[in-house]
């Protein structure tokens, strides 16, 4: 057996006892039991010595494994874990700026809305915290919002571009006529920028397309991706 078998060896074991086909079927929510077929995740995630976000992004994880299988890629326990570790998906509680501090979701439903604002209220602010927002037209606009609304003290409304796209002012609507409103995220963010404190937390989310107008010039972290 060569030296790159021998490694590759690494990945079968694991997935014997994490095979994705068992922990696929799990389905968890803030609203109902988790499945007994978790029990292949927990484990997994105890191997890794980590705690994923949510089930599915462990059963991610183990797809991934599989593929790595499949491939025949010569790796190492080792290895695996701290590919796993080091793993980041941008746009996901990503913190883009540290004072004011800003953080980036891509949260566009109820259900990642009332995620996101569990996180949040795990993680006190001094000040405010700001939301800027800008949704999709066809997303449930409504509940997404007032999931959100214990956490948020001010709320800058943009409209997004394309056939699909929310106004500012539906956005205000959905709240009540709370809020202001802008012609785009970029002036929504700028707007936020220049009445945030040095202790008020600037949240951007609402949509993949919000979040991706923050991440394009002319902005740009002030944090170490």
Not at 56 to 83: C, K
Not at 122 to 130: D, E, I, N, T, V
Not at 132 to 139: A, C, I, T
Not at 168 to 180: F, W
Request: glycine share 4%; net charge positive.
């Amino acid at each position: 057996m060569s030296a790159g078998a021998r490694r590759h060896s690494a990945v079968s074991p694991l997935l014997k006892k994490w095979r994705p086909g068992h922990a696929s079927t799990a389905v968890v929510s803030t609203r109902c039991a988790v499945s007994s077929s978790v029990t292949a995740v927990v484990a997994f995630t105890t191997w890794v010595n980590c705690t994923f976000r949510l089930v599915s992004d462990a059963v991610t994880a183990l797809t991934a494994l599989a593929v790595l299988e499949q491939m025949r890629l010569p790796v190492t326990e080792q290895q695996i874990r701290r590919g796993l570790l080091q793993a980041r998906l941008s746009g996901r509680m990503q913190l883009w700026q540290a004072q004011p501090r800003v953080l980036l979701d891509v949260a566009h439903n109820p259900h990642s809305a009332a995620y996101l604002a569990s996180q949040l209220q795990q993680q006190p602010c001094r000040g405010r915290r700001l939301a800027v927002v800008g949704m999709l037209r066809d997303k449930d606009i409504t509940h997404t919002l007032a999931e959100m609304g214990e956490v948020i003290d001010d709320w800058f409304l943009a409209s997004l571009d394309g056939p699909r796209a929310a106004s500012a002012e539906q956005l205000q609507a959905a709240l009540l006529a709370s809020g202001q409103c802008f012609a785009s995220v970029a002036d929504a963010y700028a707007a936020a920028l220049s009445q945030a404190g040095a202790e008020d937390e600037i949240i951007v989310f609402g949509s993949f397309f919000t979040v991706a107008a923050i991440m394009a010039p002319p902005f740009s972290p002030t944090v170490p991706a």
